[in-house]
């Protein structure tokens, strides 16, 4: 019987593969140093987890409104005045479980058949098939190391069409640790206002920002570009939560209730407890924040210092997140223990047989010249992988 068309056209995560393959490794017994998080090492601070424990006790186990409880909603309001200058009431607001699920609502919520969403790259690998899935074309619109992982203005420019729906931004982004600064903004706004383009704009990192760069939304400059604009956020890499799964977006009033309406068809609330430590999150102390900005600025510092230190492999430095694009295009074609690197899928791979060191291609993300490194990780690991990359690239001939 066939299957569906639109689900068969639907990549497999690129990162899954070596993973996979990282992952048996370590079961069997190798020594794998891996940099492929993509969530804080941090534990989910105490006063958060006992707010869970506390929603459990208290039988707060049953459905919430379907597009999340108001109190959080208005939490998520007050968060937005507060750090973003934004004000949104409730009705702008639909909780979601995690910032993915966020996005695979917005997506669903504007693309037509064939729509276009304009994602610069390297990206995240989840916006174009998340864009595929929602019947829309993504329009993958290249940016280079030089232009700082952004693509200009007239790069933007260019890749509109009559068709475009979107724009894709995420700052600080994934996998490149880049920031857009206040100027691109407005530009990526006036163009956006101009066309009637809607802004999807991923702050997941906003928290998570270093040397003296201050996160701005797009959404904050007037209220035209607010209109077009989803913004998308979520406790996740803030307050190290990954597993919780909370996310949020803000919207304009119809859109919201669009994606209310699906989830009430598609997941209902989400989990009622995960939305009590959501609570926690936004009303208790930014600690966690700061000892996480301390310590990824510390090991951010040393990691792009190392990679620059070992010939054959460059940086460039990463303003947010927790990633590092390694450009390893000056071993693209020299071999390593008799291997050919044809691209970063096949560097990846030697890495991890022959120093045992499991990093992410940038194939997936739309550079194959880079591979991206997490250091979410330990200080010792880095130290321990980098000594480990440095050996191996000592045989590169
Ligand atoms: C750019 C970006 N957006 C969204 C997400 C999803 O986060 P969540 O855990 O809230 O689903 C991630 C997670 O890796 C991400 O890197």
């Given at each position: 019987m066939k299957l569906s068309k639109r689900a068969l056209s639907i990549n497999p995560s690129s990162t899954l593969a070596i993973d996979a393959k990282a992952k048996k490794m370590k079961a069997e017994g190798v020594d794998i140093i891996g940099f492929g998080a993509g969530e804080p090492d941090f534990d989910t601070p105490k006063h958060i987890k006992e707010a869970a424990v506390e929603a459990i006790k208290e039988g707060f186990t049953k459905y919430t409104p379907a597009s999340g409880m108001i109190e959080l909603k208005q939490a998520v309001c007050e968060k937005f005045k507060k750090d973003n200058g934004l004000s949104y009431s409730p009705e702008n607001i639909v909780i979601s479980n995690g910032a993915k699920h966020s996005l695979v609502n917005t997506f669903q919520a504007i693309c037509n058949p064939r729509d276009e969403v304009i994602i610069p790259t390297p990206c995240?690998?989840?916006?174009p098939e998340m864009v595929k899935l929602a019947n829309g074309k993504p329009v993958l619109l290249k940016s280079t190391e030089e232009e700082g992982f952004k693509p200009t203005i007239e790069e933007f420019l260019s890749a509109v069409t009559d068709k475009t729906k979107a724009i894709v931004i995420n700052s600080p982004g994934n996998p490149t640790g880049m920031i857009y600064t206040e100027e691109e903004l407005r530009a990526i706004a006036k163009l956006a206002v101009e066309r009637k383009i809607y802004?999807?704009?991923?702050?997941?990192?906003?928290?998570?920002?270093?040397?003296?760069?201050?996160?701005?939304?797009?959404?904050?400059?007037?209220?035209?570009?607010?209109?077009?604009?989803?913004?998308?956020?979520?406790v996740s890499k803030s307050y190290a939560m990954t597993g919780w799964r909370i996310g949020y977006t803000a919207s304009n009033e119809k859109i919201a209730k669009i994606m209310a309406n699906m989830q009430s068809h598609a997941t209902s609330n989400p989990n009622s407890i995960a939305q009590k430590a959501a609570l926690a999150a936004l009303n208790g102390a930014d600690d966690i924040i700061d000892?996480?900005?301390?310590?990824?600025?510390?090991?951010?510092?040393?990691?792009?210092f190392r990679i620059n230190s070992i010939k054959g492999i460059s940086c460039i430095k990463p303003n947010g997140a927790f990633y590092v694009m390694m450009n390893i295009s000056k071993l693209i074609?020299?071999?390593?223990?008799?291997?050919?690197?044809?691209?970063s899928d096949v560097f990846a791979d030697v890495l991890l047989e022959n120093a045992n060191v499991a990093l992410v291609p940038g194939s997936g993300f739309g550079s194959d010249i880079h591979v991206r490194l997490s250091y979410a990780t330990s200080f010792e690991n880095i130290t321990e992988g980098l000594n480990r990359i440095e050996k191996l690239l000592e045989t590169v001939i």
């Open positions: 995240w690998v989840s916006y802004i999807i704009s991923d702050e997941i990192y906003e928290k998570l920002i270093y040397d003296g760069f201050k996160h701005i939304s797009i959404a904050s400059f007037d209220d035209k570009i607010k209109e077009l604009t989803i913004l998308i956020n979520g000892t996480m900005v301390t310590e990824f600025i510390k090991r951010r510092d040393y990691m792009v074609g020299k071999k390593i223990e008799g291997i050919e690197i044809k691209g």
